[in-house]
């Protein structure tokens, strides 16, 4: 379904009252109990009440348990390498939190958070337009994050930016907000996954769900200032092993961008 489109509109504020038509979830690992603090406060600071889902944390899970939903020979035919277990548990942490939510809520929407974010905009004034591009019947997921300018075309236009249905769904998964019908869509996805979370939602040919981006980031990561990130970068990894990294890393993003400009541009008046 092509997206037309429209400028804000102030009468808008005239939706349903936020907590009435939303859950709000935020991911927190146990031992992360500063996070969920900091969170709980900020959030509620804001007159939003979230909910904890406590994060899968990779490093307990036993092989078995690991290989039940991480393909390894898919990971090794279609990704440039191996996930680490902090990307498995972030993968299942997502589904955890989509599964909770379709058992035991039935609020239209979802806003999922990791515990390291803060909002670059007020909440209420920015939440009719997701209201407005997520209240349809088919799939969609509004991203709230992102590092880069998004390329695509404009579905909203409002004071506070633009929300877009980009060429290359940006990666990154600190803020989201879900209709119902994509948290249907994006749990079979977690069913069986051969890489990480963020990197799956960008294949939305693939798991049938509209994403679209608020441009600029609603959000910022505020991790520095609690204790960092919790998944690892390259350590470990002789020099040899980080430029073969990279080598498929560039390779892997290079088919990436060109799949995605061709199935956006094919699909973009169906």
Known sequence: MPLNATSYDPTLNLLPIFGAVMEVYVINMAQSTQRWAYMQSYLRGKGIEPTRINAIDGRTLSATERLRHYDESSNKQHYFLPLKVAEIGCFLSHKKAMES?????????LLLLEDDVEFCVDIASVAPSWFEVLSHSSPRMLKLYTKRQILGGVAITSPYGQIVRPYIVPLGTPAQVL???????????????????????????HH??????????????????LDGSSIGGSQGLTPWE?????????????????????????????
Do not use: H
């Open 101 to 109: 939510f379709l058992e035991q809520s039935d609020k239209p929407y």
């Open 242 to 270: 980080k430029i073969a990294r990279e080598i498929g890393r560039s390779w892997f993003r290079f088919k990436l961008q060109v799949t995605s400009y061709w199935y956006y541009f094919k699909t973009r008046n169906v």
């Open 208 to 225: 049938g769900v509209c994403v679209l981006v608020a441009s600029p980031s609603q959000v910022r990561e505020v991790s520095q200032n």
């Open 179 to 205: 209709n119902r019908a994509a948290v249907k869509k994006l749990l079979l996805l977690c069913e069986r996954f051969s890489m990480p979370v963020d990197v799956a939602y960008q294949y939305w040919w």
